[in-house]
């Protein structure tokens, strides 16, 4: 069992940026390919960006590609959401998203691929 809590969200206008964070407590968080959803209102979730467990490989949805950088650190527990260039399309409930597996290489990108979510924290971008 994973407990994911995400922080770091909040109100910033267009163009600035925000980080952030998911901490993980529980099993061992490094052998947890993580990922990083968000949901706008009226609208499905969607992915953002993946990142496998050694932290080599990262994959990210066109829309965000350039402008954000998912990274981790698994002394701390912790994935990041770095968000730069933050456009009114990005509000939305950004959640983290972890799954076991024992490839220290794969990510992934289909939320059905993934076991355990955090509650999500709101980003708020303002024109």
């Known amino acids: 069992q994973v407990q994911l809590v995400e922080s770091g969200g909040g109100l910033v206008q267009a163009g600035g940026s925000l980080r952030l964070s998911c901490a993980a407590s529980?099993?061992?968080?490094?052998?947890?390919?993580m990922g990083w959803f968000r949901q706008a209102p009226g609208k499905e979730r969607e992915f953002v960006a993946a990142?496998?467990?050694?932290?080599?490989?990262?994959y990210y949805a066109d829309s965000v590609k350039g402008r954000f950088t998912i990274s981790r650190d698994n002394a701390k527990n912790t994935v990041y959401l770095q968000m730069n260039s933050l456009v009114p399309e990005d509000t939305a409930v950004y959640y983290c998203a972890a799954t076991a597996t024992s490839d220290s290489g794969s990510l992934y990108v289909n939320q059905y691929d993934y076991d355990y979510w955090g509650q999500g924290t709101q980003v708020t971008v303002s024109s």
């Open positions: 529980g099993r061992t968080f490094s052998s947890y390919a």
């Open positions: 990142i496998s467990w050694n932290g080599l490989h990262t």
